[in-house]
């Protein structure tokens, strides 16, 4: 018997932005938000203007997002 999915109800997958404090450089906003993002060089955290999408600021997330592996937490 082929193992089956229920169709997701939300029409797009998306993550959770976390709003923070502070004020973009170039334009001024504060609608700033920290989530992580997947780049050629793997996932990193970033802050980024919602407004004008300027990065404030971008450090190196865990290896793989928001999947925790089991051996990180020995
Ligand atoms: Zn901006």
Redesign the pocket.
Same mark, same amino acid.
């Given at each position: 018997m082929p193992i089956q999915f229920t169709r997701p109800t939300e029409p797009t997958l998306s993550v959770v932005r976390t709003p923070v404090s502070g004020t @973009?450089?170039? *334009?001024?906003?504060s609608?700033?938000r920290r989530y992580p993002v997947l780049t050629e060089d793997g996932w990193f955290d970033v802050v980024k @203007?919602?407004? *004008?999408?300027?990065t404030?600021s971008r450090e190196p997330g865990p290896k793989l997002g928001g999947i925790d592996l089991l051996v990180d937490l020995l």
């Open positions: @973009c450089k170039p *334009c001024g906003s609608d700033l @203007c919602q407004t *004008c999408l300027h404030a």
